[in-house]
């Protein structure tokens, strides 16, 4: 089991910028994936960003590419999204998550963005609010 929780969320202005951490306890060995997703009022959760645990490697959704950055500190066990320029479309809840698979890869099509479903573990989430 792995325990994820997350903080950082909070009220913005646009074009500030946010920090979000990721604190993930338990069984993180088995973790080969983490990611962060958003879900605003109203719509479906969508994928923002992933890492690999061990490699290091980083994908983004086009929406967020230039603006946020992920990064993990593995002798914390945390993960972070730095969000620069927000923009009130930014406005969400967002929540982390844990993969013990490699579910972000990459085809000769670009990138395949990951399903909600392939994530096995979820933080509660954390609420940012970004005004015009």
């Known amino acids: 089991q792995v325990y994820l929780r997350e903080s950082g969320g909070g009220v913005v202005q646009a074009g500030d910028s946010l920090r979000l951490s990721c604190a993930a306890s338990?069984?993180?060995?088995?973790?080969?994936?983490m990611a962060w997703w958003r879900q605003a009022p109203g719509k479906e959760r969508e994928f923002v960003a992933d890492?690999?645990?061990?490699?290091?490697?980083?994908y983004y959704r086009e929406a967020v590419k230039g603006r946020f950055t992920i990064s993990r500190d593995r002798t914390k066990n945390m993960i972070y999204l730095q969000m620069d320029s927000l923009k009130p479309e930014d406005t969400a809840a967002y929540y982390c998550?844990?993969?013990?698979?490699?579910?972000?890869?990459?085809?000769?099509?670009?990138?395949?963005?990951?399903?909600?479903?392939?994530?096995?573990?979820w933080g509660q989430g954390t609420q940012v609010t970004v005004s015009a």
């Open positions: 338990g069984s993180t060995r088995g973790i080969d994936d």
């Open positions: 890492i690999n645990w061990n490699g290091g490697a980083t």
């Open positions: 998550a844990a993969s013990i698979s490699v579910v972000a890869t990459i085809s000769p099509q670009g990138f395949n963005i990951p399903d909600v479903s392939e994530y096995n573990y």
